[in-house]
């Protein structure tokens, strides 16, 4: 296998062209990211290029179930929830689509080193952001940029991982000129979709993002004993501001908008989290089912369209992940989903601050922005979806760590 597969490897993986796993892993996202405009071409598209990657080493399989176990166990909860779902043909239909990107997400992980995979990642978002820009679509509105997105969110938030995975590879000195380069017009041009979108959900994300990125080179700086103390420190004070943020979200929501005329979309997050809390006091254990709540006569979904202008009567969510995905599979799902992407981030963040390489950067600053917008969204977590393949990546990767840090 041309790329290493050690937690920190770089091996071939300079150019990502060059290694037969890389390059699936760059056209999988790439198709991904192609999904809003070109449908179910894309979806099939990845699915081609993923199980391309897995069936290279089909012998690679069970190792690599046993390495990702929890979230097999997740996969298979959505699809057992087919049993009391109240939509069970579309609970087992995503739910497959669910287990086969994790498959996938999985085999990209164990496969690929981390470092293989974000420069794969920086040249998909590239090609999409150059996309975006040439698609020229605006909302019409004229309150968000969209390119070739079906939501200025959706633009924002591929902007902000471009600009988080090109941000890393500029920094590291120890990466070659060519990819230091690439970083640093790949984080401009994410930077400038972000921008372009008017999206504060992806405002906020590129916010906690570089917060993160000062206070782990702060904390290498430091002695081990001062760095338990000051990760603390900064814990409770994140803690703190998120409770700030989620206990005033309407009110800053109402002055941001008074003060700058943008649409802030965070306003009647708090009703719509009321009503998620009434739901899952209803099944607190087995929910709903998966993807089972937000479809055309369902009476919770039906008010919250009406009230909310969704015209379309698809998607939407309760903005908050760990309340939508308890509706949809309840509680003790949504709380193992949640202590994955937590333990990964603690793993990553020390694996950063031990070594600040690019790929261990930018698998702690991707966790860290996913569970920032877990606050406000449901980032991850769903089928045919780039930001869940990219967390799958980053939870594989922190046990790969875990693993090669116990060796």
């Not at 996202?29 to 990657?53: C, H, Q």
């Not at 938030?157 to 060519?178: K, T, V, Y």
């Not at 702060?218 to 943020?245: E, H, I, K, N, Q």
Request: glycine fraction near 8%; include cysteine.
């Amino acid at each position: 296998m041309p790329v290493a597969v050690g937690p920190s490897g770089r091996g071939a993986a300079a150019l990502p062209v060059l290694c037969p796993n890389a390059a699936l892993a760059f056209a999988a996202l790439t198709a991904l990211l192609f999904v809003p405009l070109l449908g179910s071409m894309a979806a099939l598209a990845f699915l081609a290029s993923g199980l391309a990657l897995v069936l290279r080493r089909p012998g690679a399989l069970p190792p690599e179930v046993r390495l990702a176990w929890p979230l097999w166990l997740l996969a298979a909860w959505c699809l057992v929830s087919v049993v009391w779902s109240d939509e069970p043909a579309l609970t087992l239909r995503y739910g497959v689509q669910l287990a086969l990107t994790l498959a996938i997400a999985v085999a990209i992980a164990a496969r690929l080193s981390p470092a293989a995979l974000l420069k794969a990642a920086t040249l998909a978002y590239g090609v999409a952001a150059v996309a975006s820009l040439a698609a020229g679509r605006a909302r019409s509105d004229g309150l968000g940029y969209l390119g070739i997105f079906n939501s200025k969110n959706a633009l924002a938030n591929a902007g902000s991982i471009l600009l988080l995975a090109g941000l890393c590879l500029a920094i590291d000195r120890r990466i070659p000129g060519r990819w230091r380069i690439a970083g640093a017009a790949g984080a401009g041009l994410g930077g400038m979709l972000v921008l372009m979108a008017n999206s504060v959900g992806g405002a906020v994300a590129c916010a906690a993002v570089l917060g993160a990125l000062a206070l782990i080179l702060v904390l290498r700086r430091l002695a081990p004993g001062l760095r338990l103390v000051a990760s603390t420190l900064g814990l409770l004070a994140a803690c703190l501001a998120a409770l700030a943020l989620v206990a005033h979200i309407d009110t800053l929501a109402a002055q941001f908008l008074d003060a700058t005329g943008k649409d802030f979309t965070l306003t009647g997050r708090t009703d719509l989290w009321r009503i998620a809390l009434d739901e899952i006091a209803q099944r607190p254990f087995l929910g709903a089912g998966y993807q089972a709540v937000w479809v055309p006569g369902n009476p919770v979904a039906e008010m919250l369209w009406a009230e909310f202008g969704v015209e379309s009567r698809t998607g939407f969510h309760f903005h908050n992940a760990l309340l939508s995905n308890a509706v949809e599979i309840g509680l003790p799902a949504a709380v193992l989903q949640a202590v994955l992407v937590v333990g990964a981030l603690a793993t990553a963040v020390a694996a950063a601050v031990r070594d600040a390489r690019a790929e261990t950067l930018f698998v702690a600053l991707f966790l860290v922005r996913q569970i920032v917008l877990s606050l406000i969204e449901v980032p991850y977590f769903f089928q045919f979806d780039h930001g869940t393949v990219l967390t799958v990546a980053a939870i594989v990767y922190a046990q790969r760590m875990r693993q090669a840090r116990a060796r």
